[in-house]
């Protein structure tokens, strides 16, 4: 058993998942010294690793976003669990794995997806350490006495630069602050033209443009297409518009860094940049393939000893809320959490132990059931498509896209490097050696050289399903161990 399993094991086995989260509400605690740090977690809304300067692209301008990474540390290999906003949220406010909470998929209109009742949040467990929580923007978690914050902020969710100036009295309180500060950028919006499917989506762009905010355009002819979209015109002008809105997120990130400096307290806030899954496009966002689950972290810390530099340890969503109540001084005996904290990777340049994370992804919309499980251990990564016999879903607004539609409606073999059959037809099992294959394109779960390696990892994946209470652990023939006994007793 490795690192990774015993930590989860060690905190999951024998424990069930309310007995681990119904602890019997207390009194909060003596507020918390001035020496707890602030806690600033900024959320953006579908935003990969292909569009952040310190990432490597050299064409967008994201001058702020790009001075926190130089102030701490940029994480290459962080990963969400769920490629899908809602379900996503769900595990960074609790440390918990959506399918043992029933957060399985999107909160509004007739999705209606909610996490049980009895799980303690992020948020909750911080309020009852003295800590002012407040919130502002994109919220799509539900119920709200799970995910509840003291404060909820008004601003639109689309100017950052508004939202920030939002915040100031947040920033300004006496005693220790949680914020959650979450765009509804560089999510898709209304087509500019909805009468005309090559007309580029708008990502939320607008010709007016927004208060406070300079507007950033950027030529379709000079973004980088990433390897999994085609290099088609109506690519290149979608990009070219989720670049202005990702330009937007950084301006408002700058003036919330910006007060933050002002008020003082920049000294003693831990500011965490993260995104919910990856970039909204077909390949990306709702799979697991890496362009959906792979995003950018950047973490400054003024208490950790690194700085301007980089750290290949895995990380998991599932990791931020211990982290977090880590990093706060949270005493926290008497919960489980399916992730851990990583407080210390931000002290150690080569931190050992990091080198495997899970991922479980089920609904999108009420109407993409496509449950995958993922293990990814080192260079190798295990998918497995529950619904393997289905056709690959689409989100709605994906559907839509004049990227997709342009191959769909000229009947192209290919979407970028994968064959659309590939794409919408998957095999139950996917097995990649990132290291030689980072585009995932070679499977190897049915190569009899990797029939050790599959057996390994199949096991190492029902380990997690077990340990962690996962419903869809019946799929492995008929396996009902998890099951209940069918009636209320």
């Known amino acids: 058993m490795d690192v990774r399993q015993l930590i989860i094991g060690m905190t999951i086995m024998g424990c069930l998942l309310h007995s681990c989260t119904d602890k019997k509400d207390e009194a909060p605690s003596e507020p918390p010294t001035a020496s707890r740090p602030n806690i600033i977690l900024f959320v953006a809304d579908d935003h990969g690793t292909d569009a952040l300067g310190s990432y490597g692209n050299n064409v967008i301008k994201t001058p702020h976003l790009d001075h926190l990474a130089t102030e701490g540390v940029r994480f290459n290999n962080a990963y969400c669990t769920t490629a899908s906003c809602s379900a996503s949220r769900s595990v960074i406010l609790t440390g918990l794995f959506g399918h043992a909470t029933g957060s399985y998929g999107h909160v509004h209109d007739y999705h209606h997806f909610s996490t049980y009742d009895k799980v303690k949040s992020l948020p909750v467990l911080l309020e009852n350490e003295g800590y002012t929580t407040a919130r502002i923007g994109k919220y799509h978690v539900a119920p709200e006495e799970v995910y509840h914050f003291q404060e909820a902020l008004k601003a639109n969710p689309r100017n950052t630069v508004e939202m920030a100036e939002q915040c100031k009295e947040i920033l300004d309180s006496e005693k220790p602050f949680f914020l959650y500060f979450c765009t509804d950028d560089p999510h898709r919006a209304a087509s500019t033209n909805p009468g005309q499917w090559d007309a580029p989506n708008s990502f939320g762009n607008k010709k007016e443009g927004y208060a406070g905010v300079e507007t950033l355009t950027y030529n379709p002819e000079d973004v980088l ?211 030689k294959d980072p585009d995932e394109m070679l499977n190897l779960a049915n190569d009899p050289d990797y029939k050790e390696i599959m057996e390994e990892m199949i096991k190492k994946m029902k380990a997690f399903q077990l340990q962690t209470r996962d419903p869809w652990l019946i799929t492995w023939d008929h396996d009902d161990s998890l099951q209940g006994k069918g009636i209320n007793l």
């Open 225 to 435: 297409v990433p390897d999994f979209l085609p290099d088609s015109k109506e690519s290149r002008e979608e990009i070219a518009q989720y670049y202005q809105s990702v330009s937007r997120i950084d301006q408002g990130f700058g003036r919330l860094m910006q007060l933050l400096r002002e008020s003082g307290k920049a000294e003693n806030t831990i500011v965490i940049y993260i995104s919910d899954n990856g970039m909204a496009f077909p390949g990306a966002k709702t799979t697991l393939y890496e362009p959906g689950m792979k995003l950018p972290c950047i973490i400054k810390d003024p208490s950790s000893k690194l700085k301007n530099t980089t750290s290949d340890a895995m990380i998991s969503w599932v990791d931020l809320t211990p982290t977090i109540l880590d990093m706060a001084q949270v005493e926290t005996k008497g919960y489980s959490f399916h992730g851990r904290s990583f407080k210390e990777v931000l002290n150690v340049k080569e931190p050992e132990g990091w080198d495997q994370i899970y991922a479980s992804h089920t609904f999108h919309e009420i109407t993409m059931y496509y449950p995958m499980r993922v293990v990814r251990d080192k260079n190798y990564k295990l998918i497995r498509n529950i619904a393997w016999r289905l056709e690959y879903p689409f989100a709605s607004d994906l559907w839509a896209a004049s990227t997709w539609q342009e191959v769909h409606r000229s009947q192209k073999e290919f979407f970028g490097k994968r064959k659309v059959q590939d794409y919408l037809f998957r095999p139950e099992f996917e097995l990649f050696d990132l290291e």
